[in-house]
């Protein structure tokens, strides 16, 4: 009976066939996680998106999060009349600070900021006891491991800098966007490729119109 009972569980981990078509690719959430994230890499990308082909540079959740709040805290700001004592500015920073809400979890034990701020230093380059030479070339994998590990639950978002909508249609861009981010759910992606395209044009300084280039 007993054995039973644990197949039912199994059951329940599995999932069945339709939803593992509509599962987000576990690659392309690993190299979010991990690499863009966690790492602060920012990758050249090029997406194929329910019949669209976008095209633009991954960036951290934290990147975005941190990058939506400044908007808002400038849209907000510019709403009220200049305060000369600043608590208007601190207080609209407390009310539009986004930068909590991320997926992954980057912290290694909540109950000790110290070490956490440590671990983040470390991850960062910026440890005290390191030259300034090796500085920006040193990651403490083990920390960045137990970080990975702590983010149990698979992110939902990427996040596309300066996106190019490339077909259908003419190409359309949106760098000069107010906020040149786009959000967009990782299990809407139906195809991918690493490279981001580019405008021959934006390259050569041309304002001829040429195809576009990987």
């Known amino acids: 009976m007993d054995d039973m009972d644990d197949m039912d569980d199994m059951d329940d981990f599995f ?3 339709s939803g593992y078509w509509q ?4 690659i392309l959430t690993d190299i979010i996680t991990t690499m863009v994230n966690m790492m602060e890499m920012p990758i050249g990308i090029t997406i194929f998106m329910k019949g669209m082909i976008l095209s633009g540079s991954l960036v951290s959740e934290r990147h975005y999060l ?3 709040s400044a908007v808002f805290q400038a849209l907000a700001s510019a709403s009220f009349e200049e305060d000369e004592t600043g608590e208007m500015d601190e207080e609209l920073a ?3 600070d986004f930068t909590k809400l991320t997926e992954n979890d980057y912290s290694l034990d909540e109950d000790e ?6 671990d983040d230093n470390i991850l960062n380059g910026n440890d005290d006891d390191i030259s300034d030479e090796a500085e920006a070339d040193v990651i403490d994998f083990d920390a960045l491991y137990k ?3 702590a983010s149990v639950v698979p992110v939902r978002f990427l996040h596309l800098r300066d996106a190019m909508v490339l077909y259908p249609g003419a190409s359309i861009g949106f760098r000069h966007s107010i906020l040149p981010i786009v959000r967009i759910r ?3 992606v139906d195809g991918w490729i690493l490279g981001q395209a580019l405008d021959a044009s934006e390259v050569d300084g041309d304002d001829t119109p040429r195809p576009m280039v990987h």
């Open 15 to 17: 999932m069945d066939e």
């Open 147 to 149: 970080m990975k590990k």
């Open 23 to 26: 599962a987000p690719d576990f």
């Open 113 to 118: 900021d110290d070490e956490d701020d440590e």
């Open 94 to 96: 407390r009310l539009f």
């Open 66 to 68: 941190g990058s939506l």
């Open 186 to 188: 990782i299990q809407s």
